[in-house]
C-alpha cells in the first residue's frame, strides 16, 4: 500500500492542463488590455447583456434625435428670416400708406402694394430642403397662389366680388362714383370674406392650418412650422391686395382714402400678429435646444453606465497580463525541470 | 537440502525474476495510456520453499465509480454549452449586431428621421430598408435554430448507434473478462479494455455499475433502467428529416424506457446525449419562442387601426401568411419570426407605396389617416410610440409578460446570454472535477516509471545473485567430480 503515489500520466497532464488555462486567461487578458472592454461581454454580465444592448441602442437613438432635431432647427431659422423679410415689408408698405395719406400720388402706393404682394407670396413660397415651410402639413405643394399670375384664381375671385357688389364690372366707368362709405361696406363685407372666409382657402392658399408635428425628445413633440393661413398674413395678403388692386386712379379721392385708411389698420395689425408668430416659433427653438441639452446629458449618463458594465481596469488587466506572463514562464520551466527528473537519468 | 535442491531453487527464481522484469517492460510501456492499470508481479509462496508469480491489477471502484459519474457530468454540459455558443453565434451574430434588439434600435432611427421630413420618400424607404433587416435576421434566426434542431437529431441518432456499438464491444469485453476469471487465468487485459469501453458509454449516458460474480458486470443508467445485463439492452432513436417550428423530436429509449432530457442552463444533464435532447426540445424551442414573439410584437406595433383607431386592427408594415389579420395575442404561433415579411403594400421593390406607411391605407381607403398633406408626422410617431409600448406576451417565451417589443428582444438577448455565462462557469467547475477525479484515480492505478525502474533494479540484483548462486552451484560440483576422477 502506498500512501503518496504520482503516475507519470497524471503529472503530465496536470502541467498541460494548467498551460492551457493560463494561456486561455492570457489570451483574454490581451484582449481585455487591447480594447478596454471585457473579452467577451455576454459571459461577463450573462443576463445583464441586455442593459449593454439596451444602452447602446438607446445611446445611437438620442444621437439621432439631436441629428433630426438639427434639421428641424435649420427649418425654424429659414422660417424666422422669412417672417422677419415679411415684417420688414409691412413697415416699408406702412410708411408709404402713412405718406400715402398725405396726398401722395396713387401710383407710388399702388407699387408699394404690388411690391408688398410679391414679396409676401415669394416669402410665403419658399422651400427648404425640397419643403414648402407655409404650408402647413401639405409641404409639397406651394401654399400662395401668384396674384400677378394670368388667370390667377384669387384676382379673379377679388374682381367677382367688386362686380357682385357693386353691381358693375371693375373696369366700369362708374366705379369713379363709389363712395367713402360704399367702399368701407365693401371692404368690411365681401372682401373681409375673400381673406378671412371660405374664399382664403379656395382661391389663396394651399396650406392647412395645421403645422408639422416633429418629436424633438423621447417623449416630447413640438409643431414646428407655421402656415401662411396665420392671421397675421391673411391681413398683410388682404392690405396689399386692396392697396396694389384699388387705387389705380379709378376711385374718387374719398373712396382711397377709405382703403388707405382700411390698408394702414390692417398692416399695423399685421405686424403685432407676425411678431407674435415669431415669438412662439423662438419658444419652440428654446425648447429643442433645451431638449437637446437634455439628450446630452442622458448620453452622457447613458455612456458612463454602459462604461461601467462593460469596461475593464485596463491598469488591472495588464497587471494581470504580465503576472500571467510570469506564470506561464514558471510553468514552462518548470516543466522542462519535472521532465528531466527521472531515475533513467542516474543509471 | 542438497546441492541438486538449490540449484532447482535458483533456477525458478530466475523464471520469476524473468516474469518480473516482463511485468515491469508492459508496465512502462503503458505510462501515457489513460486506460491501463498498473499491473504489479507478487510473489506468493504456495509449498514451503516453492514461490509463484502472481500479477495483481491496480484499482480503485470507488474512485473509478467517481470518474464516471464526473466524466457524465462533464460531458453534459460541454455538449450544452457547445449547442448555446452555436445558438448566440448563428442568431444573435458577433457581439449580438445582428439581433433583433440591435435592428428594432434601427429601425427607431429611422423612424425618427422619417417623422423630421415625412415628405421625403427616400426616407420612407430607408424605414422599410431598417424593418427588412429586422424580418431577415428574424427569418434567418429562425431558419438556423430550426437547421439546428435538425442537427441535434443526427448527432442523439450517431450517438444512438455509437452507443449500441460500444455495448456490444462491452459484452465481447466482459464475456472475456467472465471467461478468464473462471479458468484462473489473467484477466487484466481485458479489464483495461472494458473500463475504456465504459468510460466512453458514461461521456454518452451516465451508468452505474454492479459487479457480480466471476467478476461479471451489470450496467443500469441513473435512474435504474438496464443497459446491460450479459447481453446488451437495445437502444433506439428515430430522426426526423427536417424541421419545422412546430414539429416534436422524437425520444431516446433504452430498453423501452425514455431517456429524460436535461433541465436548467447547470445542466443535470448527464452524458451528451440527454444534453442534446435538452437543447433540441428546450433551448432551441424556448428561443424560437422567442423570436415568434418578437415577430408578433413587431407586426401589432405597425397594426393599422383607422383614423379613429376603432377598426378591427391589421398588419401593416409587417405582415405573415395568416395577414392582414393580426396573430392571436398572447400566445405563441410557432414559426412566425420564420414567416414575418414586409407588406407589399409600403415596399418600393415590390411595387408599393412608401406614403401609405406615413398616411395609413394599406388596408384599404377605410383606414386612412393622412388628409391633409405631405408632411404628416403623427402615424410615424405613433408607430415609434408603439414598439415601446408595453403589450401582454405569452408566458411560454420566458421573457415577461407585460413589457415592450424592445425590451422583450432585449431580455432574449439577457436570456441567451445569461445560459450562456451559467452554462460556461458550471462546465468550468465539472471539468475541474473531471480532471481532479482523473489525476486521483491514474495516482492510485497509474505508472510510475521512477517506481518501475528501481523494481527493475532490485530484480536485477535478484537474478544477478541467482545466476552466481548457479556458478557457486556449478563449481562445487566441478570440485566434486574432480576429486572423484
Known amino acids: 500500500m502506498k500512501i503518496s503515489f504520482v503516475s507519470n500520466y497524471a503529472v503530465s497532464k496536470a502541467l498541460s492542463y494548467q498551460l492551457t488555462s493560463l494561456q486561455n486567461d492570457l489570451m483574454k487578458a490581451q484582449q481585455e488590455v487591447s480594447s478596454g472592454k471585457y473579452a467577451d461581454v455576454g459571459l461577463a454580465l ?37 417672417l422677419t423679410r415679411l415684417t420688414t415689408q409691412a413697415d416699408s408698405l406702412m410708411s408709404a400708406l402713412n405718406v400715402g395719406g398725405n396726398g401722395n400720388t396713387t401710383e407710388v402706393l399702388r407699387a408699394a402694394g404690388k411690391t408688398a404682394l410679391e ?19 401639405n409641404t ?61 382657402q379656395e382661391d389663396w392658399s394651399k396650406a392647412t392650418d395645421e403645422g408639422v408635428t416633429n418629436r424633438i425628445g423621447l417623449n416630447e413633440t413640438a409643431e414646428t412650422t407655421l402656415s401662411a393661413n396665420m392671421d397675421g398674413v391673411r391681413k398683410l395678403a388682404m392690405a396689399s391686395t386692396i392697396v ?85 514562464e514558471t510553468s514552462y520551466a518548470l516543466t522542462t525541470r519535472i521532465q528531466r527528473l527521472s531515475l533513467l537519468n542516474y543509471l | 537440502m542438497s546441492l541438486t535442491t538449490a540449484l532447482g531453487i535458483a533456477q525458478r527464481s530466475l523464471l520469476s ?43 480503485n471502484a470507488s474512485l473509478f465509480r467517481n470518474g464516471l459519474s464526473a466524466l ?10 457547445d449547442g448555446v455558443q452555436s445558438l448566440t453565434r448563428s442568431v444573435n451574430g458577433v457581439e449580438n449586431q445582428g439581433s433583433a434588439s440591435i435592428l428594432i434600435g434601427k429601425l427607431q432611427q429611422a423612424l425618427q428621421s422619417y417623422q423630421t421630413t415625412p415628405s421625403n420618400e427616400n426616407l420612407g424607404g430607408n424605414v422599410v430598408e431598417s424593418a427588412r433587416q429586422i424580418v431577415k435576421s428574424l427569418n434567418e434566426g429562425s431558419a438556423a435554430i430550426q437547421q439546428f434542431r435538425g442537427q441535434m437529431d443526427q448527432e442523439i441518432k450517431t450517438s444512438v448507434s455509437e452507443l449500441n456499438d460500444l455495448l456490444a464491444r462491452f459484452e465481447q469485453a466482459n464475456r472475456a473478462v467472465v471467461n478468464a476469471t473462471q479458468s484462473k487465468g489473467d484477466a487484466s487485459d481485458w479489464l483495461d479494455e472494458r473500463d475504456a469501453l465504459l468510460k466512453k458509454i458514461s461521456a454518452i449516458v451516465p451508468v452505474s455499475t454492479i459487479t457480480r460474480g466471476n467478476n461479471d458486470m451489470v450496467l443500469t443508467t441513473q435512474n435504474g433502467v438496464t443497459l446491460f445485463e450479459t447481453v446488451p439492452r437495445t437502444v433506439s432513436f428515430e430522426a426526423i428529416p427536417a424541421y419545422s417550428a412546430d414539429a416534436v423530436g422524437n425520444g431516446v429509449f433504452i430498453d423501452g424506457v425514455p431517456l429524460a432530457a436535461g433541465f436548467g442552463s447547470n445542466t443535470d444533464a448527464a452524458g451528451s446525449l440527454a444534453a442534446k435532447l435538452q437543447l433540441r ?23 393599422e387601426t383607422g383614423p379613429d383607431g376603432t377598426l378591427t386592427p391589421l398588419a401593416g408594415l409587417f405582415t405573415w401568411p395568416g395577414g392582414p389579420d393580426l396573430p392571436p395575442a398572447g400566445t405563441i404561433t410557432p414559426g412566425l419570426a420564420g414567416s414575418i415579411q414586409i407588406n407589399a403594400a409600403v415596399d418600393p421593390t415590390a411595387g408599393g407605396d412608401v406614403n401609405k406607411l406615413r398616411d395609413g391605407g394599406i388596408n384599404g381607403a377605410a383606414y386612412v389617416v393622412n388628409t391633409s398633406g405631405a408632411s404628416y408626422s403623427a402615424l410615424i410617431q405613433k408607430y415609434s410610440e408603439n414598439l415601446d409600448k408595453p403589450m401582454t406576451f405569452a408566458p411560454g417565451a420566458g ?38 477525479t482523473s489525476q486521483a484515480l491514474s495516482n492510485e492505478t497509474g505508472v510510475n516509471i521512477d517506481e518501475e525502474l528501481s523494481l527493475l533494479l532490485q530484480y536485477e540484483q535478484a537474478y544477478q545473485a541467482s545466476a552466481r548462486l548457479i556458478k557457486a552451484v556449478d563449481e562445487m560440483l566441478a570440485t566434486l567430480l574432480n576429486a572423484v576422477e
Do not use: C
Open chain 1, 46 to 82: 450573462g443576463a445583464r447583456t441586455g442593459q449593454v444592448v439596451a444602452l447602446d441602442r438607446d445611446i445611437e437613438r438620442l444621437e439621432g434625435l439631436q441629428v433630426s432635431n438639427g434639421l428641424v432647427s435649420a427649418r425654424i431659422d429659414v422660417t424666422s428670416t422669412a
Open chain 1, 119 to 137: 414679396t409676401l407670396t415669394g416669402v410665403l413660397n419658399s422651400s427648404h430642403n425640397g419643403e414648402y415651410i407655409f404650408s402647413g402639413v
Open chain 1, 140 to 200: 409639397d405643394v406651394q401654399p400662395i397662389t401668384d396674384y400677378f399670375a394670368p388667370g390667377a384664381a384669387n384676382k379673379a375671385a377679388f374682381d367677382q366680388a367688386f362686380e357682385d357688389h357693386f353691381g358693375f364690372p371693375r373696369t366700369d366707368p362708374q366705379t369713379k362714383d363709389i363712395t367713402a362709405d360704399e367702399m368701407t361696406t365693401f371692404l368690411d363685407g365681401p372682401v373681409q370674406d375673400i381673406f378671412f372666409g371660405p374664399g382664403w
Open chain 1, 244 to 328: 396694389a388692386d384699388l387705387l389705380d386712379g379709378s376711385l374718387s379721392s374719398g373712396a382711397q382714402d377709405a382703403v388707405i385708411s382700411h390698408a394702414r389698420s390692417l398692416v399695423g395689425e399685421s405686424v403685432a400678429d407676425i411678431n407674435q408668430s415669431t415669438a412662439r416659433l423662438g419658444l419652440v427653438d428654446k425648447r429643442i435646444d433645451d431638449a437637446n441639452e437634455r439628450m446630452k446629458m442622458q448620453v452622457d449618463i447613458f455612456k458612463t453606465s454602459l462604461g461601467n458594465l462593460q469596461n475593464v481596469d485596463s491598469y488591472e488587466a495588464s497587471t494581470r497580463v504580465n503576472n500571467l506572463l510570469a506564470q506561464i
Open chain 2, 17 to 59: 525474476t524473468g516474469r518480473q522484469t516482463g511485468v515491469v517492460s508492459q508496465n512502462i510501456s503503458n505510462a501515457q495510456n489513460p486506460d491501463y492499470s498498473r499491473r504489479s508481479a507478487v510473489l506468493i509462496s504456495s509449498a514451503p520453499g516453492a514461490r509463484t508469480v502472481e500479477i495483481l491489477r491496480a484499482t
Open chain 2, 72 to 81: 457524465s457530468a462533464f460531458s453534459g454540459q460541454a455538449a450544452l454549452l
Open chain 2, 281 to 303: 426540445d428546450d433551448v432551441a424551442k424556448t428561443m424560437q419562442g422567442q423570436l415568434d414573439e418578437i415577430a408578433r410584437g413587431l407586426i401589432s406595433s405597425f397594426a
Open chain 2, 399 to 436: 421573457l415577461g409578460e407585460n413589457t415592450s417589443v424592445t425590451d422583450f428582444a432585449n431580455g432574449a438577448i439577457s436570456w441567451l446570454e445569461q445560459t450562456r455565462q451559467q452554462a460556461t462557469n458550471a462546465a468550468e467547475a465539472k471539468n475541474a472535477l473531471l480532471m481532479q
